[in-house]
């Protein structure tokens, strides 16, 4: 196609800033389209880590008590999110009570935030994968007051408070046995964890 | 494409809109819409745009012309559809090539970046049935193994051991292949294992790798028996190690083989 | 009735009923259920897609609702009620933007928007021009 | 044999559409160079490729042929017949093929228009070479990444476990598929929704393959837009439809008592809706005044863009939203096509401006073109904002990393005060003289509708509704329609005046003789009607939570509610938990039953919501939990809330009553330059 000759020269400056302003401009928004493919849109840090533990009180499953978490302060906590109608949370669950088990000795305290469910169907998740040892509590959220302060997103979700009480990990879906034994043993040895 | 032929167009559109707008305005004028002031100054805008556009006309030659060039394509009737004969034959081949070209370069994309067939993960695509459907089904033909086991594989992968179990353990009455039966065997040894029965778990699981050696979820859960509840990691290890050589394994259950992978290295270097 | 005494009765009416719908307008009120809603419709649930947790029925949308009523009855301030929620949630649990360095485009675009429009619409205010543009002369 | 057939289909509409373009593009130059027999062919073989590949797809899903992979992953034996249809376009791949049938049928409706011409027009045959490329690259899709009629080469017991791509492949067909998604089959207002959608969102195709054809030939004037003015129109109210019933399907089914979120899906949807609103008004400025010959084509093109940035946002999984499919490789091929339309036909436009900018006409702004300015202004705004509000988190958080949350309340606090603007320049913009305006023309002509529209709002105020965005709104939705009411009443008794019959016989015949006007104006009710309706429910509605135990009585909004009783029943795909709940208000009693449905594989339950509709609004019951004895519930009040519905649907078909009314040929002096006067 040939520029007819209506086209005066003096216009053609102009035409070609423009053209080169809309492939950059378009450019530009391509690349950040193309930045997004392949991300969870869902996925979000947590601005706790840093912080220190929420001092909440919940009861305790199956009337023990209620339960401060910064009655904790001095143990290293992870805390678990979790419910009976969780998928992953099954998955995850054989890696909590084996870290509970290990690390029993070592001063690490692994909380149980039970999320949205009921004491029936929990005992009954608990007595088919095993409860952990005393070192394992598990507090009842019924309000979700508990899932609130942690800025819960869904379950599973695991956070981790080392022994001055300060939040310093979060892991979001199930955890594994191994990412739970190095995020542990980093925090035991004083680390920051890395995820 | 030179500007003769578009020119009389758009003067045509011009004096189109000036007659229009000269016709308009004595309308509104006669609604008492626009006082007669506004009315003549802009009828003497419309008037004199009007005499430009046919001073314009006038001056441009080509516009009879046009006429005439158009009228001379007409009569070149043997010329119609020149190019388009090329066109429809050439578009036709070319399309025929590239839709074989297209077809398999799409085969060869596709088949990498998805898992294996093999995987357990790939099962669970037939998300979205309800398992009371399935049962249903399942139910309704008591005798296909192949529904039942798929119902039976869904509840495993979801975790649900409870409601799986059963359906593996009447399935094994079923006719299966090789393949369906040391997975069902395999499965039900690692549901043996997660309620505690280790050794009947192994059994199981060894039953299941007798049948097909390389049932490789078999190895895993071999592997992870061995290194868990046998706390054997010296056998532990060759059979995670195998299977963490496997390509195609999922994301999830890659980390879960190379922690206990990591788990089983501990367990041979410090005993 | 003389047509004067109409055109001023009608006015009357007409400024009556406008004064009726202002001062209505202006006396209109706002209870404390009303903010608590109004904040609720400010924090997005985090379980949920685009909603936020006062459209929500799911249980951790109405927890959140629960908190914000306990903040509001604590005598927090709007501010300090999201803020609550920022420190916990991220910004991405806020749906109403604060005005901060990396807003700032988003409430300067609109606000640039509108002023190219009317600057566009002032320029083609012109007289009308009956003469033909040399260009399309040409 | 499904898979063959359809995927022949794909590839004679792809070979079609290469064949129409290459003509098209050969003959917008040298039209005589073009034979009409080969345009014919290849369209006709568009058609015939795109309806064997949808009719493939339909008669598979209807026949159960497993042997198709996409029939044996979305689709079962046991679905309802309306949603075995439905789950053609309810997936990712079937729903390039609805979008391809569509497609394929504007195209066809606009060769058939060309043959009014006796001579090969060099425009027309442009446009539909701009249509086959863009045919070519939506079957390209379907050949390709997005292939629907992948067969299943090994079947697991439910579903697919492996596919190929090659159509003769041995298959192995499943015996059973596991069914559309739970949530789609839900109602069906969602098997009409997407197509109302995308009959709207494909037909903006038209007066953009005319718009680019104009461009290419560096042709200016309104002959464009005249030509496409009936496409636009239907693409609109069929858009406009498509909206609606997208939000009267959330306020049903999702039972949130909502209709609109601004999700970014719904968001994408109202982005083409507007501009497209823009450029209806602002073609009608040019046809009527030569004026904004550059904006068209801008709007045009952004219009057409938008439709490809909303399929793009909804199919590439790359935002969080309801409306979402999982992640595709359809995401990148979208975007690389808006990068092409984007950059292609802007810098078409910048190669081109010098030929169609038109020069400036405006006499005054205080006119009718002043007003339409106004509206575009308004519009075009409002558009940028909803995109800007949609893309900002993603782009802050591509550049700083961190998130970014925009809602309801940012799209609110800027929409609410546009929407106040345009309801003031609907009301003011269909009676405004042309050129220019005398404060006592446009008094005279608003002085009535104004008192009518003071008065609703007192009237309001007196039943102690004291909100100012409920006055505003009713002030202002009454000020549109009795402004158009008087207009219709002014003209018609002028008419009758003239012709000696009683008014009321003039009132059709007032509306017939100016189609495009008048079914403008109706369109114009309908948008006030919905205004009002959003204001009122929004602004007056009510909703509580509500515990309940059987038998026992809970007041709220004058409504007496008793749970009943609760009741359980196994469906085919889902066990239903329900309670009976008996609503009383002054002496009428309904029994509701709002529903929570439990699938499988979901956490979370999908609630049913049971509405009692009546004339003053709607009594809506959401059940929220059920168990231990007790009911939890949400009940929402919302006044008058069928007036959006009724609204929604009144402008839909508005736009249609400018088509299909025909005016009477007596008056039609140039029937093409008359027909414009919208």
């Known amino acids: ?195 | 494409m030179s500007g003769s032929k578009r020119l009389p167009a758009a003067l045509e559109e011009r004096r189109r809109i000036a007659l229009r707008d000269l016709e308009e305005l004595a309308e509104q004028v006669l609604n008492g819409e626009l006082d007669e002031e506004t009315a003549g100054r802009l009828r003497a805008g419309y008037e004199a745009e009007l005499a430009a556009v046919d001073e314009a006309a006038a001056a441009e030659p080509v516009s009879a012309a046009t006429k005439t060039e158009t009228g001379a394509e007409t009569a070149a009737e043997p010329a119609e559809g020149r190019s388009s004969n090329r066109i429809v034959v050439g578009a036709l081949a070319l399309v025929g090539v590239l839709t074989v070209v297209i077809l398999f370069a799409a085969q060869v994309f596709r088949s990498d970046p998805e898992p294996s067939p093999q995987t357990p993960t790939d099962v669970a695509s037939i998300d979205g049935s309800s398992a009371e459907e399935m049962e249903a089904i399942v139910a309704a033909h008591p005798e296909s193994a192949a529904m039942r086991l798929a119902l039976a594989d869904r509840y495993f992968e979801e975790g649900d051991y409870a409601s799986a179990i059963d359906h593996y353990l009447q399935v094994t009455n079923l006719e299966l292949t090789l393949d369906e039966e040391s997975r069902t065997l395999g499965r039900i040894g690692w549901m043996a294992y997660s309620t505690g029965q280790v050794e009947s778990a192994v059994q199981f699981i060894n039953n299941s790798l007798e049948i097909n050696p390389d049932y490789y979820e078999g190895k895993l859960f071999l592997g992870m028996v061995s290194l868990y509840g046998l706390e054997d990691p010296a056998a532990a290890l060759p059979l995670l190690e195998e299977v963490n050589a496997l390509p195609g394994l999922g994301d999830q259950l890659r980390v879960e083989v190379e922690a206990a992978l990591a788990d089983a290295r501990a367990g041979v270097e410090s005993p | 009735m003389s047509e004067s005494l109409r055109k001023i009765l009608a006015g009357a009416v007409t400024v009556g009923l406008a004064i009726v719908v202002v001062v209505g307008i202006v006396i209109g009120d706002s209870t404390p259920q009303d903010r608590v809603q109004a904040l609720g419709s400010s924090i997005k649930c985090p379980v949920c897609q685009g909603e936020a947790i006062a459209d929500s029925p799911s249980e951790t949308a109405t927890a959140m609702m629960d908190v914000v009523a306990e903040k509001v009855e604590e005598g927090l301030s709007d501010d300090q009620v999201f803020e609550y929620f920022r420190v916990r949630y991220g910004d991405g649990i806020l749906l109403d933007p604060r005005f901060e360095a990396k807003t700032l485009l988003l409430w300067l675009l609109p606000l640039a928007a509108v002023g190219l429009g009317v600057v566009m619409i002032l320029r083609r205010r012109q007289a009308p021009a009956p003469t033909v543009s040399g260009e399309e002369l040409s | 044999m499904t898979a063959l057939a359809g995927y022949f289909g794909i590839v004679l509409a792809m070979a079609s559409a290469f064949v129409l373009a290459l003509l098209g593009l050969r003959g917008m130059h040298h039209p005589h160079r073009v034979s009409r027999r080969h345009l014919e062919l290849a369209v006709f073989g568009l058609m015939a490729g795109g309806g064997l590949a949808f009719l493939a797809l339909e008669l598979g899903l209807l026949a159960d042929d497993f042997s198709v992979a996409y029939i044996a992953d979305h689709s079962a034996t046991t679905t309802p017949f309306v949603y075995k249809l439905a789950t053609g376009w309810a997936a990712l791949e079937g729903s390039i093929v609805l979008w391809g049938l569509v497609l394929v049928v504007f195209t066809l409706t606009v060769y058939l228009r060309s043959r009014r011409d006796k001579e090969i027009n060099p425009l027309w045959v442009g446009a539909l070479g701009i249509m086959g490329l863009i045919t070519l690259y939506f079957f390209g899709l379907m050949a390709t990444i997005a292939n629907p009629f992948q067969v299943c080469v090994e079947a697991a017991s439910i579903g697919c476990l492996e596919t190929s791509n090659v159509p003769w492949a041995t298959a192995m067909a499943p015996l059973e598929g596991p069914g559309p998604n739970p949530l789609l089959q839900n109602h069906p207002l969602m098997a009409v929704h997407p197509p109302l959608l995308y009959i709207g969102y494909v037909g903006m195709t038209v007066p953009f393959a005319f718009a680019i054809s104009a461009l290419i030939r560096g042709e200016s004037g309104a002959g464009w837009l005249r030509q496409t003015r009936s496409w636009t129109l239907v693409a609109w109210s069929f858009l406009t439809a498509g909206i609606v019933i997208g939000g009267l399907w959330s306020y049903e089914v999702l039972g949130w008592g909502g209709y609109w979120a601004w999700d970014p899906v719904e968001n994408a949807s109202f982005m083409p809706w507007l501009v497209a609103t823009a450029f209806i008004h602002s073609s009608v400025v040019q046809q009527r005044r030569g004026m904004l010959q550059a904006w068209n084509f801008i709007l045009v093109i952004a219009t057409f863009s938008l439709t490809i940035l909303g399929t793009f946002l909804t199919r590439s999984g790359i935002i969080a939203s309801v409306h979402s499919f999982t992640q595709s490789p359809i995401g990148p091929a979208l975007l690389w096509f808006l990068m092409v339309i984007l950059v292609g036909s802007l810098s078409l436009f910048a190669t081109r401006i010098h030929l169609v900018a038109s020069s400036p006409r405006l006499t005054s702004l205080a006119s009718r073109e002043g007003v339409f300015l106004l509206n575009n202004l308004l519009l075009t705004v409002f558009a940028f904002i909803v995109l800007i509000g949609t893309l900002y988190p993603m782009f802050a958080e591509a550049v700083s990393g961190s998130q970014l949350g925009v809602g309801r309340p940012f799209f609110d606090r800027l929409a609410i005060p546009i929407s106040f603007a345009l309801l003031l320049a609907m009301g003011l913009g269909p009676i405004t003289p042309f050129r220019q305006a005398r404060g006592s023309v446009v008094w005279e002509r608003i002085r009535n509708p104004l008192r009518v529209a003071l008065a609703a709002g007192a009237g309001a105020v007196l039943f102690g509704n004291r909100d100012g965005y409920l006055v505003l709104g009713v002030v202002a939705g009454t000020f549109v329609i009795s402004v158009i009411l008087r207009q219709l009443w002014v003209t018609a008794s002028r008419a009758a005046a003239k012709q000696g019959t009683p008014v009321w016989r003039s009132f059709w015949r007032t509306m017939r003789s100016d189609p495009g006007y008048w079914g403008g104006q109706l369109s114009h009710i309908g948008v006030a009607l919905l205004a009002m309706g959003i204001a009122i429910s929004a602004n007056q509605g009510a909703d509580t939570q509500l515990v309940l135990e059987p038998g026992q009585t809970a007041q709220f909004a004058g409504h007496e509610i008793t749970y009943l009783e609760d009741f359980e029943r196994d469906e085919v795909n889902r066990l239903v938990l329900g309670a009976r709940v008996e609503v009383t208000h002054s002496g009428n009693t309904v029994v509701l039953e709002p529903r929570l449905n439990r699938y499988a594989r979901s956490s979370q339950p999908v609630a049913t919501p049971s509405v009692d509709t009546s004339l003053r609004g709607d009594f809506y019951l959401s059940l929220t939990g059920i168990g231990g004895g007790r009911i939890s519930l949400d009940v929402f009040w919302f006044p008058f809330i069928w007036l959006i519905w009724v609204g929604g649907v009144l402008a839909a078909a508005a736009g249609m009553f400018s088509l299909i009314v025909k005016k009477p040929a007596r008056v039609a002096t140039g029937a093409e330059e008359e027909s414009e006067r919208v």
């Not at chain 1, 969870?40 to 199956?62: F, H, K, W, Y």
Request: one cysteine or more; aromatic letters at 10%; glycine letters at 12%.
């Open chain 1, 1 to 195: 196609m040939t520029e007819p000759e209506a086209a005066t020269p003096r216009k053609r400056p102009w035409m070609w800033v423009s053209i080169v302003a809309i492939v950059f401009g378009v450019g530009a928004m391509v690349l950040v389209f193309s930045s997004r493919f392949g991300v969870d849109p869902r996925l979000v840090d947590s601005p706790l880590i840093g912080e220190p533990v929420p001092a909440i009180e919940l009861e305790q499953l199956n009337g023990q008590g209620p339960l401060a978490l910064t009655d904790l302060q001095g143990e290293v906590l992870v805390i678990n999110f979790w419910a009976s109608w969780c998928f992953p949370c099954r998955g995850e669950h054989p890696a909590l009570t084996a870290a509970a088990r290990d690390y029993r000795d070592q001063g690490v305290t692994i909380v149980g935030m039970i999320y949205q469910d009921q004491p029936g169907p929990v005992n009954a998740f608990l007595d088919e994968l095993g409860r952990g040892g005393d070192n394992y509590r598990y507090l009842l959220d019924p309000n979700s007051r508990g899932a609130v302060e942690f800025g819960v997103f869904g379950v599973p979700e695991t956070y981790f408070v080392n022994a001055d009480g300060i939040i310093v990990g979060k892991i979001q879906g199930g955890v594994t046995a191994g990412a739970l034994r190095s995020t542990l043993d980093q925090i035991l040895a004083g680390e920051l964890p890395t995820l």
